[in-house]
C-alpha cells in the first residue's frame, strides 16, 4: 500500500457532487499585501520563498527556491475552523528542475487543537520535474476532528526535494456537501432473518449549518413492486447521523429498498438515500463470512486474522510464517497456480488474495488490463480458480484507491459478491476521516497508521477509533499496524531520523488496535523485515514481530469470545480499555499508548474477589477497582473472577 502513499490522486472529484462557498478563506492569496520586510501579510514562511511580482496568472505568485535537501521549509496560514467542517483546498503549482525522492510541490492542510497539538491532515500528491504551464494542485480534506479549533494551510516542497516551484491562486473553501450521505446497515451484506433492523443514516448537517431539531426524516421500505411496504418516522437525529431500528417482522422474505429521506423545513434543503437489504427465513452463508459479532467465520468457526503483509508466497518464507504465531497472509504477488495455495495451506496458513491492482488506467494495473471488460475476465478468473481453495478466506480489492474511483469501487465490491458469495472483501485505506464515504465499496475495512517515529504509537488507537466509528460499527476491522522502518521506502535526507518501531512500540500499536475495536490485525510488512533499510538483522525484527504476535495468539479464544462483557472505565488520558467475558471469567485490556510510565485505576462493573494477569503487571485490587502501574507503552491483560 506504500506505493500509493504519496502517489495519491484523490482530489480529482468529479465523481462526488458537492457545493462549496465562494469565499476564498485565505487572506492575501493574490500576494498583493505586504508587512515589513517584504513579506507577505498573512502568510509565515521560510527563507527559501519569495513573492515574484506578476508572476502569477493574473496577479503576483510565491516563488520557491531550494538547493539543499537538508533545508525543509513552508510557507503557512492558519484558518479557524470547527469540529465536522470539511474544506476543498488547493493551488496551481509550476516546477523547474524539482528533484527528490518524494512528490514534489504541493499544498496540504492539517489540524491542530488548542494546545498546538497536531491531529492529522489531507496530503495531495504535488509536482515534480519541470512543469511549464500551471498545474492544479488540490484536495478535499475528511470532518474536522472533534477538539480541533485551527486549520494550518501550507504551500511547499516536500522534504528531500531541491529546485525551483511556483505557487499562484492558493484557496481553501468550506466543502458543502450532500445533506444526506448513505446509509448503513448492521447485517453483513444486508442479509437478516431477524425481525429487527438497526440502520443508520449519515447526516451532514453541521457543515451545513442546519440545526437537528430543525430536520425532519422518514424510512421508508420498498417492495419490488416498488410499493411501500412500511413506513417509520426519523428519530435520535444528530449533527453527524440518525440511528433508526426498523421492525420488520411482519415483511415476507424477500428483496427490499430501504430509502431515507430528510428535510431542513426552516432552509427548504433536503436529501436521500437509499440501500437493500434481503430477509430470509433461514440465513445460509457461505463458507467465509462475517457474523453478527463482526468475526470471520472460516468453515463454521470462528477465526482471528493475525497476519502479514507478503510480496510473494515462496515456499522458504511461508515454511517460516507458518511456524510463527501468524496464521494468514496478505500476498502483493499471489499465487498464479493451486499449487502455490496448497503450499500455504499446508503449511497452516490462509491467504487474502490481492486483486486490488485491476483497474484499468491505475499505475500497477496488470499487463493486458486495458478496459473494465478485461477487468472483469481478470477477477473473474481468478474466482474460477481459487474460490473453492481451502487457503483463502478473503479478498484483498482495494489498497488506498481515491475517493474519485468510487464508482468503480462500488461496483468491484458488488462483482466479487456476485461471482464469489463464499468470501469477504477487505479495503485498505490512509484515508481514516473518509471511511463513510467509501462505505459501500467494501465489507471488511482496514486502515494502515504508521506513527513511528513522527507521530507516537497512539496514533494507531485514533485511526482504529474513527475507522470503526466511520463504518458506524456495522463493519469488521482488520487493522494494519506498522512494524517497519521508514528508511525501507525514504530516502536521503528524508530517511533521517528514520527507525522501526520498538518491541515495545509494536506490542502497543497491537494492542492498542484490538482496544478499539479491531477483528484483525495484518501488520505491514514481513518482506520489509529482510531489508537492510529496517536498521537491524531480519532475525532480531522477526523475532520481537513473533514475540507482539504470541500474545495476542494466546489471546484469540478470549476475543472470539460474544458472551456479555463488563464495564469497565479508566481515568487517565491515552489509556484504553476493552473487556471479554470467557468461560465464566472476566478479562480486560489496558493500554497505556503514552510514551511514560503511568498509574492507572481501571473500574469495573463489579467487585472483584480475584485478579490475574495474563501479561502486564499484576493489579492492586480493591473492590471493584484493579490499580495498575504501566511501563511506557505498556499493554496489560487482566483475568477476573468474582
Not at 501550507?154 to 445533506?179: H, I, N, S, T
Not at 440545526?211 to 437525529?237: C, H, Q, S, Y
Not at 436521500?272 to 430477509?279: D, E, I, N, P, R
Not at 476475543?559 to 489509556?575: D, F, G, M
Request: aromatic residues 12%; neutral net charge.
Amino acid at each position: 500500500m506504500l506505493k500509493y502513499r504519496f502517489l495519491l490522486s484523490y482530489f480529482i472529484l468529479i465523481c462526488v457532487t458537492f457545493l462549496y462557498a465562494d469565499d476564498n478563506l485565505i487572506a492575501n492569496h493574490d500576494f498583493s499585501q505586504f508587512e515589513g520586510g517584504g513579506k507577505p501579510a498573512g502568510w509565515t514562511m521560510g527563507s527559501n520563498f519569495s513573492v515574484q511580482i506578476n508572476g502569477g496568472e493574473n496577479s503576483n505568485c510565491l516563488a520557491f527556491e531550494n538547493k539543499s535537501p537538508e533545508t525543509y521549509h513552508l510557507c503557512v496560514q492558519n484558518i479557524n475552523c470547527r469540529p465536522g467542517d470539511r474544506f476543498i483546498f488547493g493551488t496551481y503549482v509550476k516546477t523547474e528542475n524539482m528533484t527528490g525522492d518524494d512528490s514534489g510541490a504541493t499544498v496540504c492542510l492539517e489540524w491542530y487543537d488548542p494546545e498546538g497539538k497536531f491531529r492529522g491532515g489531507e496530503y495531495p500528491s504535488g509536482k515534480k520535474g519541470t512543469t511549464k504551464e500551471w498545474t492544479l494542485i488540490q484536495g478535499r480534506s475528511g470532518l474536522v476532528p472533534e477538539g480541533v479549533k485551527t486549520a494550518r494551510f501550507a504551500l511547499y516542497a516536500r522534504k528531500g526535494m531541491v529546485g525551483k516551484a511556483w505557487f499562484d491562486r492558493p484557496f481553501c473553501r468550506l466543502f458543502q456537501p450532500e445533506m444526506v450521505e448513505t446509509i448503513s446497515l448492521a447485517p453483513y451484506r444486508g442479509v437478516t432473518n431477524a425481525s429487527k433492523l438497526e440502520a443508520i443514516v449519515a447526516l451532514n448537517l453541521r457543515p451545513l449549518n442546519i440545526a437537528p431539531e430543525m430536520v425532519r426524516g422518514t424510512f421508508d421500505v420498498l417492495n419490488g413492486d416498488g410499493k411501500i411496504v412500511l413506513t417509520a418516522k426519523a428519530e435520535n437525529i444528530t449533527l453527524t447521523s440518525c440511528t433508526t431500528t426498523l421492525d420488520i417482522a411482519s415483511l415476507p422474505a424477500g428483496k427490499y429498498i430501504l430509502k431515507a429521506s430528510f428535510k431542513a423545513f426552516d432552509q427548504g434543503k433536503e436529501g436521500s438515500a437509499q440501500c437493500t437489504f434481503t430477509k430470509v427465513d433461514k440465513l445460509s452463508q457461505g463458507r467465509c463470512y462475517i457474523d453478527e459479532y463482526h468475526r470471520l467465520i472460516v468453515d463454521g468457526k470462528p477465526f482471528f486474522p493475525l497476519g502479514l503483509y507478503v510480496s510473494s508466497c515462496a515456499e522458504e518464507d511461508m515454511k517460516v510464517i507458518g511456524a510463527s504465531p501468524f496464521n494468514c497472509i496478505m500476498a502483493y504477488n499471489p499465487p498464479g497456480k493451486i499449487e502455490g495455495m496448497d503450499i500455504i495451506q499446508k503449511n497452516g496458513l490462509k491467504i487474502i488474495y490481492s486483486v486490488k491492482d485491476a483497474y484499468p488506467g491505475t499505475k500497477w494495473c496488470p499487463k493486458g488490463i486495458n478496459n473494465d471488460e478485461d477487468a472483469v475476465k481478470f477477477i473473474t478468473d481468478k474466482i474460477k480458480r481459487f474460490s473453492n481453495h481451502p487457503a483463502l478466506i478473503a479478498w484483498y480489492i482495494n489498497d488506498e484507491l481515491p475517493l474519485s474511483m468510487i464508482d468503480k469501487l462500488v461496483a468491484r465490491r458488488d462483482l466479487m459478491e456476485q461471482l464469489d458469495p463464499d468470501h469477504p472483501t477487505w479495503v485498505v485505506l490512509y484515508q481514516y476521516t473518509q471511511i463513510s464515504e467509501y462505505l459501500n465499496s467494501f465489507d471488511v475495512i482496514g486502515t494502515d497508521p504508521y506513527p513511528i517515529p513522527g507521530k507516537g504509537a497512539y496514533e494507531a488507537a485514533r485511526w482504529t477509533r474513527m475507522t470503526r466509528d466511520g463504518a458506524f460499527g456495522h463493519h469488521a476491522v482488520w487493522q494494519v499496524p506498522q512494524i517497519f522502518n521508514w528508511a525501507c521506502y525514504r530516502k536521503g535526507p528524508a530517511a533521517a531520523g528514520c527507525r522501526k518501531p520498538t518491541k515495545e512500540e509494536i506490542k502497543c500499536m497491537f494492542w492498542l488496535c484490538i482496544a478499539n475495536g479491531a477483528n484483525g490485525l495484518i501488520p505491514y510488512s514481513y518482506y520489509d523485515l529482510k531489508k537492510p533499510a529496517n536498521g537491524v538483522p531480519f532475525e532480531e525484527a522477526w523475532a520481537e514481530v513473533c514475540e507482539a504476535g504470541e500474545m495476542v495468539k494466546k489471546q484469540i479464544p478470549v476475543l472470539l469470545s460474544v458472551e456479555p462483557a463488563p464495564t469497565v472505565s479508566v481515568n487517565i488520558e491515552k489509556i484504553d480499555t476493552r473487556a471479554w467475558r470467557y468461560n465464566g471469567a472476566d478479562y480486560v485490556l489496558v493500554v497505556n499508548g503514552n510514551d511514560k510510565p503511568v498509574e492507572v485505576e481501571v473500574t469495573v462493573g463489579a467487585a472483584v474477589a480475584k485478579a490475574t494477569a495474563e501479561f502486564g503487571p499484576t493489579p492492586a485490587l480493591k473492590g471493584n477497582t484493579l490499580t495498575l502501574k504501566l511501563a511506557n507503552f505498556e499493554p496489560a491483560f487482566i483475568k477476573l473472577e468474582h
